[in-house]
């Protein structure tokens, strides 16, 4: 559900003091829909009703696609799969349910027919493609100001069901599809109850709530003497009203325990506790929640599929549940995701453990041919111990060094793809320990000279070179000297080439002694070479 980001701020007027003000997001605004969600004015589906009903983006198209939606879902039975899953694809129902979550727990007496936006994105490239609803006004709640809205109970003794039988304020059918889809589809209404309960758990608990009250009170009460000086009022009186809002905070962090017992045929309330072991190994979800601390208290209730998924922190896998007072996980204690219907209090732990991992030894047939890169790291002194988790697939490749070719790999015990030993990179899942081997070959070390090239520039044999492989780099030498013994051209470089002038002119045409020497890079056999080439013109 979207927000209204704010910060409190002060405000003067050409110098003058003007009192404490929230500068906020404006959430129907096109800038806010591009900043978040990649959607522009252009391409938006945007209602609002506050008295009336209008489209701030999408023109009528929008209020009939609307129509449109609600008519299906009111038409057609939530319970098939296949319809809902049309629905799923339109509308984003967690963010009705937050929107009713929340303004059934803080008592909003002006909303519905007032104060409520909804709308999606039309750019397939951006997000927010599903209706979805934003946050706008809630100036009555917490039992303060009008009750626009015609709700029973504006006291912290409301039931939280209360809002699913409005008589459809505003007409735009928000709460006739909500009831339709949560008496229809078990998904939705077991996320409805669970998100209330799991809401109350974390930011709708006192515990949160309350603190949190206090800091932003915290923020503007030194500028509250001038508050009132330039706006009336008195400091005692702001006091009051902020204790008076504190008071309907604790009575409803209380009183909405029992609604829910009373609204949705719950069992309960109990006490639960949370924890991992060992500590910081890992986190637990709870319904829509991912528990903040460890370990953690909240309370459930029986009468409702609680889900809980265990989350491994880095280095750790998920091995077990351990309950202490008679709660039964389904499937099993050693699964994953469990579900459970609580039937009293307990304490549920979730057990991480490191992953096996197996020992893994690589090694270089002959040594310095080449480098292995295994599992993202790669390795160069061999022969390398490493290990990894089991199961999982891990890439490697083999990396040859100068003048040697790759031949295959031997791979002792575990599976591998593709199935060629040949190729020089391979995936493996291990399952025990192995060791792998690169294994390659030296190439032969050639040394060839062509005995004329004709510096023409018709681009054909204009350049002289040695054709070379496997010489050691450093120790090479080429020199060419003319007839008498005078030094034209000479090169540590194996590459470079020879253009048929000294002195930047060009040599005469005629017959050119060369003077190589040059060392094989693999078995170190050193060679000087003579010979002559011929130029011509």
Known sequence: MDERSYEP???????????????????DDADYARYYYGQDEYNMQFIKTWGGTWSEFGGAQAQTDWDALVTYIMGNDMGVQANFDYVDSQLNWKSLIDYFCLNSYVVCADWLNWNTGWWRGMDPTGEHK??????????????????????????PNADPCTV??????GGQGHTDILEKLINENQQVHDWYVNRYIDLGNTIFSCDFMVPFLDDMVAKIAPDMIGQVARWGGTVADWQNNVQIMRDFIEARCVTIEQGLVDCYDLIGPFDVVFNVFPPLSGEIQVNSTVLPSYPFTGTYYGGVTTTLAPLPATGYVFDHWEVFQGNSLVPSLTDSLVTLDFIGADSIVAHFVPPIRHAVMLDVVPTGAATITFDGTTYSNFPAFTSVPEDVDVDFNVNPTLYYDFLYWTIK????????????????????????????????????VANAFSPNADGFN?????????????????QIFDRWGGLLYQSNNPWAEWDGTAGGSDVPVGVYAYRAYAVDAIKKDRYELFGHVTIVR
């Open 9 to 27: 701020a002060v405000v003067y007027i050409n110098g003058q003091y003007w009192g404490v003000y929230d500068v906020r997001e404006k959430v």
């Open 130 to 155: 599903k209706w979805g609803y934003i946050l706008w006004d809630e100036d009555a709640t917490f039992g303060h100001y009008t009750n626009f809205t015609g709700i029973p109970d504006q006291s």
């Open 164 to 169: 699913e039988d409005l008589p459809n304020p």
């Open 413 to 448: 015990n575990n599976p591998f793809m593709p199935a060629d030993t040949t190729k020089p990179a391979l995936t493996a899942r291990f399952y025990t320990t192995d060791t792998i081997v690169a294994y390659l070959e030296p190439q032969e070390y050639v040394f060839y």
């Open 462 to 478: 204009d350049t002289f070179k040695p054709i070379i492989n496997v010489v050691d780099l450093e120790s090479f030498e080429f």
